[in-house]
């Protein structure tokens, strides 16, 4: 078998990346609340991705301090998913794509933590503008800003995940990293609803759209894309990954815009915030590139 050339890893990259922007899309047509959409989101991925596992022949075994990690990261992924969706559903596709272009900030301020290494200026330089960024949208659009907060804990959330994530990825294989890190935020999530009374008819009484929809969500945006991100981190540069990474609210907006149409048009403010926000985390990345050479 031929090694997988930089051409089709890079084009793998983006189509992942158009799914991220599309399960947006999925989450605001979808009329659960974001609770029982992530445990559903959830609980049809795990099946799933152990059913690959299972006909790759992969070896799902672990160690017991290796599941410790796992049972953090998916009790992470599981909150970040709850916060994302939670932004969907208070304001639109558009304002928490963008406001979860933040996290590459979060991630520069998280790294020092865990790799001790010290804070740069630069980094907190652009934290402050990146904050201005998102105050002209605040300004403007203050209907939204409930989204907005649920969308930057969703971020935080991320880069927490992704930093934790990049410790274990070189360890294991990304789709079974993945089950078992689905698995430990669909289990946190399933105990949250039995103590909270969250199982009642309703929950379980879905419309024929929603189950099409929830199976695209687990199946395509859940089971591969997540997983397959895991992989590539293997195969491409972080600083490519993270660049590439900007574009989902791109893709997000445009594909939003499509589908929603006018609930999805914002004014010129916003789209300046917005342009703004991506041009930082962009140039930020660029710049910590060019320092670690």
Not at 30 to 46: F, K, Q
Not at 151 to 164: G, N, Q, R
């Amino acid at each position: 078998m031929h090694p997988e050339s930089n051409t089709n890893k890079y084009l793998k990259l983006h189509f992942i990346i158009f799914i991220w922007g599309f399960t947006a899309v999925l989450g605001a047509l979808i009329s659960l609340e974001a609770i029982p959409l992530v445990w559903y989101r959830l609980g049809l991925a795990i099946p799933i991705l152990f059913i690959w596992l299972i006909i790759k022949k992969y070896p799902i075994k672990v160690s017991r301090k290796s599941l410790l990690n796992f049972l953090i990261g998916g009790l992470i992924i599981g909150l970040h998913w709850v916060g994302f969706f939670m932004a969907i559903k208070v304001a639109n596709v558009s304002v928490t794509l963008v406001t979860l272009s933040t996290g590459a900030f979060f991630a520069s301020l998280l790294e020092p933590l865990f790799f001790r290494r010290k804070i740069r200026f630069l980094e907190v330089l652009f934290g402050i503008l990146i904050i201005g960024g998102l105050y002209i949208i605040f300004r403007v659009d203050s209907f939204y800003i409930y989204g907005m907060l649920w969308a930057l804990l969703a971020a935080f959330l991320s880069a927490l995940f992704s930093v934790i994530n990049g410790l274990m990825v070189t360890k294991h294989n990304g789709y079974v990293l993945s089950l078992y890190q689905l698995f430990f935020g669909f289990l946190g999530i399933t105990v949250y609803l039995l103590l909270t009374n969250g199982f009642t008819v309703e929950f379980f009484n879905l419309s024929g759209k929603d189950w099409l929809y929830l199976f695209i969500l687990s199946s395509i945006c859940t089971a591969y894309a997540f997983a397959e991100s895991i992989e590539l981190m293997k195969k491409i540069s972080p600083f490519t990954i993270m660049l590439s990474i900007n574009l989902e609210p791109v893709y997000g907006i445009l594909l939003a815009l499509i589908v929603f149409g006018k609930k999805e048009y914002m004014g010129s403010q916003f789209y300046l915030g917005t342009f703004i926000i991506l041009s930082l985390v962009i140039i930020n990345s660029i710049l910590k590139t060019r320092l670690k050479q």
